[in-house]
Each structure stands twice: as structure tokens, then as C-alpha cells.
């Protein structure tokens, strides 16, 4: 870093808007306020939006520095500081991998997108073909963009959604934030906390402490997460030492996005409709610290593996959920993803109405998707704390279209601060990862904790790469 990019450090205490946002998402967690001051904010620049993305990104990783901090502290009795580049959080809330000599491949299916309808606008995520499938039997047309434009266009936006989402797929109606907040879905998520959590005292526990470089080695996760929030939760866990394990059912791909979030983790397959690997589950469950899933509220249950079939299976687990569109309500069950969040609760027609335009806006990177990342990824530590401290184990409920009505408590309007500028050499870190799409470069990372830098053991890895096993050495960098 040149002489003139030294970033100036703003401290928690300053009244500024990401450190606004933080103060409310560790009273969420739980935390002690005084720990807020263990944190500074370097750098400036936005994202440009009608909302104050980048602020969320530094508050969000924030957190997740802070409960990892607070983790060290309950183990060391020293607290570590915490600094969070605004600068390099914008950017990861983006794309953190930087391909050298091949390409990532398109992030979104070529169906996938916003549709004029004949009285407003509607949102297909079409991404998994199951879901493309799903919205192409509805239309009734070819799998491009013109024929469904053309197809969207002789239905009621609410009808075609109805229709869509009971064949199983993935469709958003636009509202502005005025009929979200009328919609009964839209009550109910403002009637839920940002994140539930709930305790279970005098649990069985493991005899471990953290270490003061790498907090979480010797922690296992069982990651059963996809596209996007929880994937990023336990990237950011392997990054402080977790072994990590995602389990992904046989066929299952996200071309888009793998290469992106698999740092750091072991990938394996099983088929849970095969009872012999739905008892290997069982038995990684059971030697799991934490959990991280994001199947729908109902599917884990479906296959008898519900929250009290989990405590019962490993009474000491941190489990730590993600549901899209809330844990109340007539769609508590409903398929969703960050695009379709924004569309549901305003934000899309916010950023129309700011930029001007005729058709949504959304938000320039997966914002939801990633701040909720991060706040599982706390949760997930306090829950490490409490059990360590207090023998304690915890559950933890996150949803993204809680996490869009923090986003939303800011005025809107679009910033007048400078854009964040395109990554140069300098803001990658300087070692080749060799992941099994080519070799690439990876953005430095946007969190400093004094004494434990993040760091992962893996190279990114094609889904379905190790064994579904738990590794027999949890040795380290």
C-alpha cells in the first residue's frame, strides 16, 4: 500500500452509518456493547445504490470480526483488535476470485431476469434447471430471453408468480416497500427479529480452546448450504481455521458461483433419498460443532432430521439456519434468493425510482445474500463463546428478507461519495491458488484480526472433490 492510500481508521464509537449499522447487529447477537470499540473502519468509497450497500458490507463483516474477537478474549482474556476495509468488504461482497487465463463462467441462466408482465414487473430465477423448467412450463415457450418476454408479457404479474412458484419454481412480483409493508408476508418479517436465537443450558461439550492465531482449528462444520448466504458463512469460518465439509446431493452444480465460495472447504456428495447416506449425515451430525444449512424450513424435516432430531443427535450443536423469505407467514416455505428478496420488499423499485428509471434496479452486487453470510458466520461464533463459557448449546434462525429490512432503515437516495474503484494487482493477495477450474488470484481480505489474519488451508475444489468424511488431521497453515 502506497504511502497516500494509508487508510485513516474510523473507531465503532464515531457516529458513523456502518458503525450505526454494527451497533444494532451485535445487539441482535447478543453482545456486549463495550466489545463495539475493539473495532475501527478503513478506507472510503460506495458502491453506488439507492441504499447504503457498502456501510452494510463493512457492518457485517464487522460483526463477524467482533465475535471473533470476543471468541479469543473468552479463551486469552486479551481482546484482539478489529479493522474492516471498506474498500476490500464492497469488493467481496462482489466476487473475491480473480481467474488468470480462463473465466468464470455466467453467473445467471440466460432466462433468468426482470419481465414486464401486462400490469407490472416480475423477476424468473431460473438458475437451477429444475427451476427454469419449472417457469418454462408455465410460460409455455422456448428458453430464451425474447420468448419469454413475449410470454411474461400476456399474464398478471401475480398470477404468472402463483403459477410459477407452485410448480415448484422461483418468480418475484416487484413491489415498492409501501405494499411490502402491507403484504401479510411483509408483516410478518417485520415482526421477527433480525435473528432468532435460542440457547439450550447444560449441554454436553468438547474440551477445546481456541488458539490465538488460528481461532477455530479443531471446529467442524457441517455445511449444507447453496447459492449464496451460507456458502459465505463458512467461507469466512475456513478462513479462521474451521474444517469445513459441504455435502452436496449427486448432479447438484453452480457453475457461477463454486469457484467463489468453496474456499477453504472440503466438498463431498451424498444422496439423502439413499437411507446408507442419509445414517453417513447422521453420523457427520454428530461429530459436527456447528451447522449451517439452507434448505427450506420443511425439507430437513421431511427427512427426519428436524432442529429437536438435531439437538437430540448432538446436544452441544451450534445449528445455524437460513430461510429466505422469513420464519413466519403465509411464505415462510417459499423458494427465494437474493435477486427475488429484491424485488418482494422495494428495494428493486427504490432503485428505479432513485436512478430514474422505467424498469428495477437492483442493488449492484448480492448484498442480502452476503451480509446474511456474515451474521450466520457471528452467530455461529457467539454460539462457539456461549458453549465454551457457559455450556451452552445454540440455534440460530436467519433470513435474507430480514436481513433486506436492515438495509432498508437508511434513507434512501444515491451517494454522493466516490465510487469504489475496479481492483488492481496491488489489492490481491500475492500467492497463485491453484482451484480445479485454473489457477487465480483472491482478493486480500477485507477483516484484520490482530494476531489471527485470515487464511485458508483449501484451494477452491470442485463440488463432490473429497470423501463425505471428516478429516482424520485437522492439521493447519
Given at each position: 500500500?502506497?504511502?497516500?492510500?494509508?487508510?485513516?481508521?474510523?473507531?465503532?464509537?464515531?457516529?458513523?452509518?456502518?458503525?450505526?449499522?454494527?451497533?444494532?447487529?451485535?445487539?441482535?447477537?447478543?453482545?456486549?456493547?463495550?466489545?463495539?470499540?475493539?473495532?475501527?473502519?478503513?478506507?472510503?468509497?460506495?458502491?453506488?445504490?439507492?441504499?447504503?450497500?457498502?456501510?452494510?458490507?463493512?457492518?457485517?463483516?464487522?460483526?463477524?470480526?467482533?465475535?471473533?474477537?470476543?471468541l479469543?478474549?473468552?479463551?486469552?482474556?486479551?481482546?484482539?483488535?478489529?479493522?474492516?476495509?471498506?474498500?476490500?468488504?464492497s469488493?467481496?461482497?462482489?466476487?473475491?476470485?480473480?481467474?488468470?487465463?480462463?473465466?468464470?463462467?455466467?453467473?445467471?441462466?440466460p432466462?433468468?431476469?426482470?419481465?414486464?408482465?401486462?400490469?407490472?414487473?416480475?423477476r424468473?430465477?431460473?438458475?437451477?434447471?429444475?427451476?427454469?423448467?419449472?417457469?418454462?412450463?408455465?410460460?409455455?415457450c422456448?428458453?430464451?430471453?425474447?420468448?419469454?418476454?413475449?410470454?411474461?408479457?400476456?399474464?398478471?404479474?401475480?398470477?404468472?408468480?402463483?403459477?410459477?412458484?407452485?410448480r415448484?419454481?422461483?418468480?418475484a412480483?416487484?413491489?415498492?416497500?409501501?405494499?411490502?409493508?402491507?403484504?401479510?408476508?411483509?408483516?410478518?418479517?417485520?415482526s421477527?427479529?433480525?435473528?432468532?436465537?435460542?440457547?439450550?443450558?447444560?449441554?454436553?461439550?468438547?474440551?477445546?480452546?481456541?488458539?490465538?492465531?488460528?481461532?477455530l482449528?479443531?471446529?467442524?462444520?457441517?455445511?449444507?448450504?447453496?447459492?449464496?448466504?451460507?456458502?459465505?458463512?463458512?467461507?469466512?469460518?475456513?478462513?479462521?481455521?474451521?474444517?469445513?465439509?459441504?455435502?452436496?446431493?449427486?448432479?447438484?452444480?453452480?457453475?457461477?458461483?463454486?469457484?467463489?465460495?468453496?474456499?477453504?472447504?472440503?466438498?463431498?456428495?451424498?444422496?439423502?433419498?439413499?437411507?446408507?447416506?442419509?445414517?453417513?449425515?447422521?453420523q457427520?451430525?454428530?461429530?459436527?460443532?456447528?451447522?449451517?444449512?439452507?434448505y427450506?424450513?420443511?425439507?430437513?424435516?421431511?427427512?427426519?432430521?428436524?432442529?429437536?432430531?438435531?439437538?437430540?443427535?448432538?446436544?452441544?450443536?451450534?445449528?445455524?439456519?437460513?430461510?429466505?423469505?422469513?420464519?413466519s407467514?403465509?411464505?415462510?416455505?417459499?423458494?427465494?434468493?437474493?435477486?427475488?428478496?429484491?424485488?418482494?420488499?422495494?428495494?428493486?423499485?427504490?432503485?428505479?425510482?432513485?436512478?430514474?428509471?422505467?424498469?428495477?434496479?437492483?442493488?449492484?452486487?448480492q448484498?442480502i445474500?452476503?451480509?446474511?453470510?456474515?451474521?450466520?458466520?457471528?452467530?455461529?461464533?457467539?454460539?462457539?463463546?456461549?458453549?465454551?463459557t457457559?455450556?451452552a448449546?445454540?440455534?440460530?434462525?436467519?433470513?435474507?428478507?430480514?436481513?433486506?429490512?436492515?438495509?432498508?432503515?437508511?434513507p434512501?437516495?444515491?451517494s454522493?461519495?466516490?465510487?469504489?474503484?475496479?481492483?488492481?494487482?496491488s489489492?490481491?493477495?500475492?500467492?497463485?491458488?491453484?482451484?480445479?477450474?485454473?489457477?487465480?488470484?483472491r482478493?486480500?481480505p477485507?477483516l484484520?484480526?490482530?494476531?489471527?489474519?485470515?487464511?485458508?488451508?483449501?484451494?477452491?475444489?470442485?463440488?463432490?472433490?473429497?470423501?463425505?468424511?471428516?478429516?482424520?488431521?485437522?492439521?493447519?497453515?
Open positions: 500500500m502506497q504511502a497516500d492510500q494509508v487508510p485513516t481508521t474510523t473507531a465503532v464509537a464515531d457516529e458513523t452509518p456502518a458503525s450505526d449499522q454494527l451497533r444494532e447487529i451485535w445487539a441482535t447477537l447478543g453482545g456486549a456493547p463495550a466489545l463495539l470499540d475493539a473495532c475501527g473502519f478503513g478506507r472510503s468509497g460506495e458502491l453506488i445504490s439507492a441504499f447504503r450497500v457498502t456501510d452494510l458490507a463493512a457492518a457485517a463483516i464487522g460483526a463477524a470480526g467482533i465475535a471473533a474477537a470476543e479469543l478474549q473468552a479463551s486469552t482474556g486479551r481482546l484482539p483488535a478489529v479493522r474492516v476495509d471498506r474498500r476490500m468488504a469488493l467481496w461482497f462482489g466476487m473475491s476470485l480473480r481467474p488468470l487465463g480462463w473465466k468464470m463462467p455466467p453467473q445467471w441462466d432466462v433468468a431476469g426482470n419481465y414486464r408482465a401486462r400490469d407490472r414487473w416480475i424468473l430465477h431460473t438458475n437451477a434447471p429444475h427451476h427454469r423448467d419449472a417457469a418454462l412450463s408455465v410460460l409455455g422456448a428458453g430464451e430471453a425474447k420468448s419469454v418476454a413475449l410470454a411474461v408479457s400476456r399474464w398478471d404479474a401475480s398470477a404468472l408468480e402463483d403459477a410459477v412458484v407452485s415448484g419454481g422461483c418468480a412480483v416487484m413491489y415498492s416497500r409501501q405494499e411490502w409493508a402491507e403484504h401479510p408476508q411483509g408483516q410478518a418479517v417485520a421477527e427479529p433480525l435473528l432468532h436465537v435460542h440457547t439450550h443450558g447444560s449441554v454436553a461439550t468438547r474440551d477445546w480452546q481456541p488458539l490465538s492465531d488460528r481461532p482449528r479443531g471446529i467442524r462444520v457441517l455445511d449444507l448450504t447453496r447459492i449464496l448466504a451460507g456458502p459465505v458463512a463458512t467461507r469466512f469460518l475456513a478462513g479462521l481455521g474451521a474444517e469445513v465439509l459441504r455435502i452436496d446431493p449427486y448432479g447438484w452444480e453452480e457453475p457461477g458461483t463454486v469457484p467463489e465460495v468453496v474456499l477453504g472447504k472440503r466438498c463431498a456428495r451424498l444422496n439423502l433419498k439413499n437411507p446408507a447416506d442419509l445414517d453417513v449425515l447422521r457427520l451430525l454428530r461429530g459436527a460443532d456447528i451447522i449451517v444449512h439452507g427450506r424450513s420443511d425439507a430437513l424435516a421431511r427427512l427426519g432430521l428436524d432442529a429437536a432430531q438435531r439437538r437430540e443427535l448432538n446436544p452441544a450443536l451450534i445449528d445455524v439456519s437460513l430461510d429466505a423469505y422469513g420464519w407467514g403465509p411464505w415462510r416455505c417459499r423458494r427465494g434468493f437474493d435477486s427475488l428478496i429484491q424485488m418482494s420488499t422495494g428495494i428493486a423499485e427504490a432503485g428505479m425510482r432513485a436512478m430514474h428509471g422505467h424498469e428495477p434496479v437492483n442493488l449492484p452486487v448484498a445474500d452476503h451480509a446474511t453470510g456474515y451474521l450466520m458466520a457471528a452467530a455461529a461464533l457467539r454460539g462457539l463463546t456461549q458453549r465454551m457457559q455450556g448449546g445454540t440455534e440460530v434462525r436467519a433470513s435474507l428478507a430480514r436481513t433486506a429490512a436492515v438495509l432498508q432503515l437508511r434512501e437516495g444515491v454522493e461519495v466516490a465510487e469504489i474503484a475496479a481492483d488492481t494487482p489489492d490481491r493477495a500475492a500467492h497463485v491458488e491453484q482451484t480445479s477450474w485454473g489457477p487465480a488470484a482478493l486480500l477485507p484484520e484480526i490482530e494476531g489471527a489474519p485470515l487464511a485458508w488451508r483449501y484451494p477452491a475444489r470442485a463440488l463432490g472433490a473429497y470423501e463425505p468424511e471428516w478429516s482424520s488431521s485437522n492439521d493447519d497453515l
